[in-house]
């Protein structure tokens, strides 16, 4: 190509270097040679370099050649190497290769697209970078990615966007998302309650009150039937996991040890006394009177029996005459032993006392434990609710506004008693502790992220799909088995209530909580509370619409008024938050009530569910179920609801 004088055949240009030996440092980058005359690379530069003398380096992101080519996907938005577009330092996700210039195959994702996706809808790929499905998952999957599987729900089936299983959980799991293995414990079979965790056993009860158990891996039995959890004979607890306390044994240890000599009473299994029987008594399980055969022997029987009998029936006498005659406290209206949560009497430095003791007990604060914030949860007639945390754990915290009365400070400190009392439930917002800063009494409450149940169900209604709330929290369509949920949740924590002899008074839908995994929670004892709820009668606020009909005409509140409040709750759980007797004037309501009037079965509303409404708004408190057999009526619902497809109900206003 080129003669031995460095003249370029047939090239007018004069070469007068090449090469190694080529002299200017600007002809050093040139890809074959350059012309000193014209100062031009001949063929180009090399890579890393361009330009008419290949004398300058690469812009960012450029490589190669004469800088043409485009450097890839590099981590961090770093330049790729400018000779070979190498990325030092790696891809970003969804990207492969030394120059992270090939996107990630189909059903791969993320960092070098390691990760694997293929459950997405109608097997559409995953996005490269994040790994989510657009168009949903498959059946039997869940989550964003998809990558979450329904394997423990019945039938493989759960909701596309919560994981939880709307037709419950294979035998041997238990949760909303079946997700908790049943523990075995003491339980006959590894088996339990799909919603509630416990053991998955039933008793039928017989006349004489002799018991025969059998199991079932699911709890659907025969209308009619008694049915009850039930422990091996010695066992008891939600997973049958504790012994029986001493002095009881057998089923579910409802049995009571007879007479048995000896500190240990009877065996907790069987009920026989194993150190004996005390004097008079004899059998396994000292239960039947000693017989002798002469005179002196049958009056050691009857001396022992005599002194039992003589000593109750002095007993008895002596609770009579305390009872008639001596002087005792009493709450005029209260119909019951039960505590009712805002006419507990208190004294003005009930405050001061019950602080006092708090700094003695479990539920003191140090003022290093709360952290307080300005972010407002809610808001009633005399108090606010703040987030806080305490060691790190989310709470909510409510305090007293500056200007609130001696009545609302009472009412107050009656409420932190109230809570005190009620102790942990996992459907009770329970009482984390309290401290004061600055003279102020704080009280630390366990944090419900989704806020209160009306909210939320007004909200399921507006969007078809899932739709998300400021604190980005997803709120959900609810169907037919997930608002029965919600009633149960409901009904067990007002059963441990009604357990502590508690009576709420205010049962409402927007005084439940939801907690995590849509866990209903009762709160509210008398703080937080919306004006617009209330009528004045007599000065005190009362929930109208809610309140039993002995409530509203003798003041008059019991257990069973909050199972007619319960009812009006899963009236307003199936309308997704509707205002109940819309339309009605108050007093007009008040007048109709005493005529027998009640509200209608809302459209879509299950017969069987209207049908327990009904009965909890019966006029006889006596002839309202307890909330015992509203929870067993509720979960055979639940049991029985094949519904897994959405349920759109209709809303009232």
């Known amino acids: 190509m080129f003669d031995t004088f460095g003249t370029h055949r047939g090239d007018a240009a004069i070469i007068t270097c090449h090469g190694a030996n080529c002299e200017p440092d600007w002809c050093r980058f040139c890809q074959v040679d350059c012309n000193t005359q014209t100062k031009t690379c001949i063929g180009g530069c090399k890579a890393g370099y361009n330009g008419t003398r290949c004398d300058k380096e690469c812009d960012a992101f450029k490589y190669g050649p004469n800088c043409i080519s485009a450097c890839g996907h590099c981590y961090n938005d770093i330049s790729c190497d400018r000779f070979t577009g190498f990325c030092k330092n790696g891809c970003v996700v969804g990207w492969t290769g030394e120059r992270c210039d090939k996107a990630c195959e189909s059903y791969t994702y993320g960092l070098k697209c390691k990760y694997k996706c293929g459950n997405c809808h109608a097997d559409q790929p995953c996005h490269v970078a994040t790994g989510e499905c657009s168009g949903g998952c498959r059946e039997g999957w869940y989550g964003s990615k998809c990558d979450k599987d329904c394997k423990n729900c019945e039938n493989g089936i759960c909701n596309v966007n919560t994981g939880i299983c709307p037709n419950g959980c294979r035998p041997g799991w238990w949760g909303p998302f079946c997700q908790k293995k049943c523990i075995r414990g003491k339980c006959s079979k590894p088996l339990c309650n799909h919603s509630l965790g416990g053991c998955n056993e039933t008793v039928n009860k017989s006349n004489n009150g002799r018991s025969t158990s059998s199991v079932r891996s699911e709890l659907f039995f025969p209308k009619g039937t008694e049915v009850e959890q039930l422990c091996p004979s010695g066992w008891r607890g939600k997973n049958c996991k504790d012994r029986c306390e001493p002095g009881t044994y ?159 400070k009472q009412d107050f400190m009656n409420e932190l008693n109230i809570l005190k009392k009620v102790g942990y439930h996992r459907n009770v917002v329970c009482l984390v502790g309290a401290c004061h800063i600055h003279g102020i009494l704080y009280v630390a409450l366990e944090y419900a992220m989704y806020g209160d149940l009306r909210s939320y169900l007004r909200r399921s209604r507006k969007e078809k799909g899932s739709i998300y709330t400021n604190s980005g929290l997803p709120v959900i369509n609810l169907n037919q088995c997930m608002l029965l949920q919600l009633a149960l949740d409901v009904a067990t924590g007002l059963a441990h209530l009604a357990d502590r002899q508690i009576i709420h008074r205010d049962v409402a839908a927007r005084n439940i ?118 929870c067993r009526q509720l979960q055979r619902l639940i049991e029985d609801s094949q519904v897994s497809s959405h349920v759109y109900i209709e809303i009232y206003h």
Request: net charge positive; with cysteine.
């Open 513 to 630: 909580l939801l907690g995590e995994n849509l866990v209903a929670k009762v709160a509210d004892f008398g703080l937080s509370k919306n004006d617009d709820t209330y009528v004045k009668v007599s000065n005190t606020r009362v929930p109208v619409r809610w309140m039993a009909i002995e409530s509203l005409f003798n003041n008059v509140y019991t257990v069973q008024s909050d199972v007619w409040s319960f009812g009006v709750l899963m009236w307003e759980i199936v309308t997704l938050g509707g205002t109940p007797f819309a339309g009605i004037d108050t007093q007009d309501l008040v007048n109709r009530l005493r005529e027998g009037f009640r509200m209608k079965r809302p459209a879509q509303c299950d017969a069987a569910l209207y049908s327990i409404m009904l009965k909890c708004w019966h006029v006889d408190p006596a002839k309202r179920p307890t909330f015992p057999v509203l």
């Open 250 to 408: 057998g089923y579910n240890c409802n049995n009571t040890c007879q007479y048995c000599r000896g500190p240990s009473n009877c065996d907790h299994v069987t009920g026989d006394c194993r150190f004996g029987c005390q004097a008079g008594w004899t059998g396994p399980q000292c239960d039947k009177v000693m017989v002798f055969r002469n005179a002196n022997s049958r009056m050691s029987t009857i001396v022992p029996i005599l002194g039992v009998s003589v000593g109750v029936l002095i007993t008895a006498l002596s609770v009579m005459i305390i009872y008639f005659i001596c002087p005792r406290p009493r709450c005029p209206t209260v119909s019951s032993p039960f505590c009712r949560l805002d006419q507990v009497q208190t004294p003005r430095n009930l405050e001061e006392r019950v602080y006092e003791r708090m700094q003695r007990g479990r539920y003191e604060l140090s003022r290093s434990d709360l952290i307080l914030t300005s972010e407002l949860l809610g808001h009633g007639h005399f108090g606010q609710v703040t987030k806080g945390y305490v060691k790190n754990i989310p709470v909510a915290v409510k305090s007293l506004k500056e200007n609130a009365s001696e009545k609302d």
